[in-house]
């Protein structure tokens, strides 16, 4: 079974300050993929970087990056200069990426990240 | 681009009555799916529909819950009896058919039973 671990429940940090948010995950199969989504106040789900198991480059997207390390099972996000508007709940998730399977998602619980400016 | 949208955006609905809650899929989208979200909790995967059938539920997924994709374009979730605890946050995702395609959500539908 797919198991995606979000230990922070909850971090708050003051605007322009870095921030990494840990995502650790369990899987059997040998090919996944990982992903990152942002669920503001207003609860949609907005989908932020998806990471093939093949692929641990780890990439920059402006103030964003990702760490995949599959040594550690861990696919961690790091907001570089945080903004007011960063503040939401942030989702690690998973899902299979064989031929036949349903590439259903399997999420973390979430964490909450709120910038104070 | 291409969006998944959902209708309502909010349902209100007495205990005990049923509710459909209505998606459309983006068009060339070839695997379909509903998740849930309790407030303040993890979205959970509830059903894919795959060819024109259910491919995997989850124990969430019971006798109450039924989807259908009646006309090629909508995908419905139907909860025949609903209960308080159905209350939550559905949401819609499509996903095309390469491997490598990710999926694609709706905003969501906020259910409240009362």
């Known amino acids: 079974a797919q198991k995606v671990t979000q230990a922070q429940t909850e971090i708050s940090v003051v605007e322009k300050e870095d921030v990494t948010l840990d995502c650790v995950y369990e899987t059997r199969d040998t090919t996944y993929y990982l992903f990152w989504y942002k669920q503001p106040p207003s609860g949609e789900l907005v989908f932020l970087i998806r990471r093939n198991s093949f692929d641990e480059q780890n990439e920059i997207s402006g103030r964003y990056s990702w760490n995949f390390q599959k040594s550690t099972s861990s696919f961690n996000f790091t907001i570089t200069a945080s903004q007011v508007v960063d503040s939401a709940v942030y989702f690690c998730?998973?899902?299979?990426?064989?031929?036949?399977?349903?590439?259903?998602?399997?999420f973390g619980k979430g964490t909450l990240l709120t910038v104070n400016p | 681009e291409p969006e998944v949208t959902q209708t309502p955006s909010h349902q209100v609905t007495q205990m005990g009555q049923e509710v459909i809650l209505r998606c459309v899929p983006i068009?060339?989208?070839?695997?379909f799916y509903w998740y849930r979200q309790i407030l303040g909790q993890k979205v959970e995967f509830l059903v894919s529909?795959?060819?024109?059938?259910?491919?995997?539920k989850s124990e969430i997924f019971d006798d109450q819950f039924s989807v259908e994709r009646p006309d090629g374009s909508n995908f419905t979730l139907k909860i025949r009896s609903t209960k308080l605890e159905d209350s939550a946050m559905y949401f819609c995702?499509?996903?095309?058919?390469?491997?490598?395609?990710?999926?694609?959500f709706g905003d969501g539908t906020r259910l409240s039973i009362l």
């Open positions: 995702a499509s996903k095309g058919g390469s491997t490598n395609q990710p999926q694609h």
């Open positions: 529909f795959y060819n024109n059938e259910i491919s995997e």
């Open positions: 998730a998973l899902s299979e990426a064989w031929r036949g399977s349903n590439y259903k998602l399997t």
């Open positions: 068009s060339n989208h070839l695997y």
